[in-house]
């Protein structure tokens, strides 16, 4: 049972944006049999960011269909998100989950954010990584902006994480696939003004499936599922209670 699929009863509107990465290309385990309503972006992983393939196969789709389209992966997933933001009845809840495939290798940017940060030099990472996160960080700035001009930004929790640690994640030991801190520890970001205090920081133990409790339950979803929960409510966490 996804999030997706729990939120369906609360008549939530739902997709996926980006990387699924579950169940490669198995029917029965694409976005679409598995609660969103519609999906755009990518089933695996690694993809090219222009050319949108992984070695010999070609990645990028649309509620299940293979669609042929040009453009920068980063860009594109915010303005399809910009699109649906735009075009949604505002009388419906929504649950949108962005996956960018950026921070991941292969790493690839727009040649002039790449030059701007070759120039700057000394840098603490490599300038096709700088201008990779840079063009993500334009990208999520666009889709706040659009959900600001629809009036639910206020009103929206999100929910800012990474999926793992990075391949070397100072100050902690260890890195991406180990289970050291630096391959488990990322940072986590939770806006909702009215609910959430700005400017706090809480160092509280946290896992990625606590999420799916919290985020139910404030939706005024049901917990009650045929296989007991890995998560627990951390709502009084996240607002420093």
């Not at 755009?40 to 393939?53: D, F, H, P, R």
């Not at 997933?77 to 996956?99: Q, T």
């Not at 300038?127 to 959900?147: H, N, R, V, Y």
């Not at 499936?209 to 139910?216: C, E, G, N, Q």
Request: charged share 25%.
């Amino acid at each position: 049972r996804t999030l997706a699929q729990a939120l369906k009863p609360s008549g939530y509107d739902t997709a996926l944006i980006g990387k699924w990465h579950l169940g490669n290309w198995y029917q029965r385990q694409l976005p679409l049999q598995r609660g969103f309503d519609h999906h755009y972006g990518l089933y695996g992983a690694l993809v090219s960011y222009n050319g949108k393939t992984r070695n010999y196969w070609y990645d990028w789709h649309r509620d299940g269909e293979t669609i042929r389209e040009d453009g920068y992966t980063t860009d594109l997933l915010a303005r399809e998100f910009e699109r649906l933001m735009a075009d949604r009845d505002s009388k419906r809840p929504f649950f949108y989950y962005v996956a960018f495939n950026a921070m991941h290798s292969p790493y690839d940017a727009p040649p002039e954010l790449v030059e701007k940060y070759r120039k700057q030099g000394g840098g603490k990472a490599p300038p096709q990584e700088l201008a990779t996160l840079e063009s993500m960080d334009t990208a999520i700035g666009k889709m706040i902006a659009a959900m600001k001009a629809k009036g639910v930004l206020d009103n929206t929790l999100i929910v800012f994480f990474s999926d793992n640690g990075g391949t070397v994640n100072p100050p902690f030991r260890g890195g991406k696939a180990s289970t050291y801190e630096g391959g488990v520890r990322v940072p986590c970001i939770i806006h909702w003004p009215g609910h959430v205090p700005a400017d706090k920081m809480v160092d509280g133990m946290v896992h990625v499936t606590d999420l799916y409790p919290t985020v139910l339950k404030l939706a005024g979803g049901s917990l009650e599922q045929p296989l007991p929960l890995d998560g627990m409510d951390m709502w009084e966490v996240f607002t420093g209670r």
